[in-house]
């Protein structure tokens, strides 16, 4: 059936399915205090860090970071899409799925069937790759000259594409008589990228004389490709450009077929190239990745992170390869947490991850990766301590900078603090007077306790505790009033607190698990989980709305101080015309300033 699926549907399904019933039919669960816990179902693990929480609808797992609700476990556990995990649960319930009428909903369903026709047409793209190599005799023996073996060339469905500027044109265009296959529309494959359009109007295949790498998405659909040449043409690789299927800063070479040929997957390896990837998976070293031609990005991170807990990035040891590593560097610091473990190893000069292993073969390799790859933390200092000289008091200055920036780009964690313990003894700075400076650099904001599951007291901002607290209580909405003034300041955190409210005023009757699901795969998710994962300090309704209005109280406080800072600044520069005077008397009075307004 076509059509959208309501917003208010879904948002009663997850109030009506148990989450704890739908995990434990798959997944043991065991009572933990308030919560369930299991090993994770996501990732290899020996101790249970998976945590399902009855209250609030969620599961979180602290080892890898997988997160959600009962649909988002369903399209992860029984590898479903959205609409076949909200069928599945809403059977269970005895329930028939509603779908919405009109122009919305029939733009989504085109939108899905234009989808999987691209899809169909890579899939078919693909096969006809693999059969033109099984065809080639050039592109076999540069295979195996490359020490491939047929069983790896199958495993990662490499193919070719012979010489010609109209290959696949002639093969899957309608426009052309010789089609022997399913045809698809130019555009289709201009969409897909297999076809390039110039300035003069001339179209013409992407791909030309290449062994072909299918490039799959974590459910294994064929999204794009990677081309080599197989001579010293130019440029050595090619890769399929930004479509609607792929995105180059989120999807990974090799990730789908690490998660099918591993057994235990405990450990992920980064490289730099497809051959890469397959000559290690050829002995034995399945769980390599390589980027598709981008530098590595928090998302890729943040992605390997919710199936593994540990990451080696794995680089030649040249110029190149050190920049790499370095960039890889900055954009994990953002998703790292305590737990999670970043590590790089660089080969030596004139080596890549293909010729190392078969140089030294797989035990040495797996050695090497433990031996010889050094620490996030410790491969941070060493390249500052390079970059900057520490025998001088300016060199130290620039040194403890660049570290401050970098740190402050870090989620708190023990990770941080032996961080700062080190740049504190190598600048010889007071850590106390660094961290205060680090603290001053972040957020000038109040900060309010409050209690992790784990019952360990951390430091949060007023808005931070109210999202967490409504989160926790929708119902404490209704304790809030006056918000747009406060918005208008634009405070950290505040637009999300207000776009959180007024979910809850449009469905009073949301739970933790609805609010997730809406603003799944949006710029706040990441930060509605990281909420969710905190408990309030108490769980009485009188004492949770007195909290929650200190913090509108602390809140409306620190925005009021930020505008009369700002018209404290405006008066000593320009002066105050008589409405903003007005003004300025106000706050001074809202802000207990009583030796201003003598003045």
């Known amino acids: 059936m076509s059509g959208l699926i309501p917003r208010s549907f879904i ?128 592109a076999q023996a540069y295979l195996e000259q490359r020490g491939l073996s047929r069983e790896v060339i199958d495993r990662y469905s490499l193919g070719y594409i012979p010489e010609g500027w109209d290959a696949v044109s002639k093969r899957f265009s309608q426009q052309s008589v010789q089609n022997t296959t399913q045809s698809y529309t130019q555009q289709q494959l201009l969409d897909v990228g297999l076809l390039i359009k110039n300035e003069k109007g001339r179209v013409y295949d992407r791909f030309r004389d290449r062994i072909m790498f299918p490039i799959v998405d974590r459910r294994g659909r064929t999204i794009g490709f990677g081309g080599r040449v197989m001579g010293d043409g130019s440029p050595k690789y090619l890769n399929s450009p930004e479509t609607t299927l792929f995105h180059k800063g989120t999807e990974l070479y090799g990730f789908y077929e690490a998660r099918q040929h591993t057994r235990k997957l405990s450990r992920i390896v980064v490289v730099e190239g497809y051959m890469d990837v397959i000559a290690l998976a050829q002995f034995g070293i399945s769980y390599a990745v390589a980027t598709l031609g981008t530098a590595t990005t928090k998302e890729h991170v943040g992605h390997l992170f919710r199936a593994v807990s540990e990451v080696i990035f794995c680089f030649d040891g040249d110029r190149a390869g050190r920049e790499a590593a370095w960039r890889a560097l900055q954009n994990s610091l953002t998703v790292l947490r305590d737990g999670k473990d970043i590590r790089f190893l660089f080969l030596p000069m004139g080596e890549d991850p293909d010729s190392q292993v078969r140089k030294i073969g797989r035990e040495a390799f797996e050695k090497s990766l433990q031996r010889d790859s050094i620490s996030m933390t410790d491969y941070l200092i060493e390249h500052l301590s390079k970059s900057h000289n520490l025998s001088s008091r300016e060199g130290r200055a ?202």
């Open 11 to 138: 948002d009663d399904l997850l109030t009506r399915v148990d989450i704890v019933d739908t995990i434990h039919a798959r997944v043991s669960l065991k009572k933990k205090g308030q919560l369930y816990a299991a090993c994770c179902p996501f990732h290899n693990e020996k101790t249970p860090s998976f945590m399902v929480n009855p209250i609030k609808q969620f599961y979180y797992c602290f080892g890898c970071g997988v997160s959600g609700t009962a649909i988002s476990f369903m399209m992860a556990y029984e590898h479903l899409d959205f609409v076949e995990a909200v069928e599945s649960l809403a059977a269970n319930q005895g329930l028939s799925v509603p779908r919405e009428k009109g122009k919305r909903a029939k733009a989504a369903a085109q939108a899905k069937q234009k989808n999987k026709s691209l899809y169909t047409l890579m899939e078919d793209v693909a096969h006809y790759y693999q059969q033109n190599l099984q065809k080639n005799s050039a």
């Open 398 to 599: 620039s040194f403890l900078a660049e570290a401050g920036q970098l740190l402050q780009t870090m989620p708190d964690g023990l990770i941080c603090d032996q961080l700062k313990v080190d740049v504190a003894r190598l600048t010889s700075i007071d850590l106390a007077a660094f961290t205060k400076r680090k603290r001053k650099q972040i957020n000038a904001e109040p900060k309010q306790s409050f209690s992790r599951l784990n019952d360990r007291k951390v430091r949060i901002t007023p808005i931070r505790y109210a999202i967490t607290l409504l989160l926790h209580r929708p119902a404490l909405a209704a304790e809030v009033s006056n918000l747009e003034e406060i918005v208008m300041f634009n405070l950290p955190g505040v637009i999300l607190l207000a776009k959180l409210i007024e979910t809850i005023e449009e469905s009073p009757h949301i739970n933790a698990a609805a609010i997730l699901d809406r603003w799944r795969d949006t710029q706040h998710e990441a930060s509605i989980v990281s909420l969710m994962r905190w408990q309030p300090k108490s769980d009485d309704d009188v004492m949770l709305a007195r909290e929650i209005k200190d913090c509108l109280r602390q809140i409306r406080k620190q925005a009021y101080g930020k505008k009369l800072e700002n018209l404290l600044q405006k008066e000593r520069i320009n002066g105050l015309d008589d409405l903003e005077k007005r003004d300025l008397l106000a706050l001074l009075r809202e802000c207990d300033h009583p030796e201003r307004i003598e003045q």
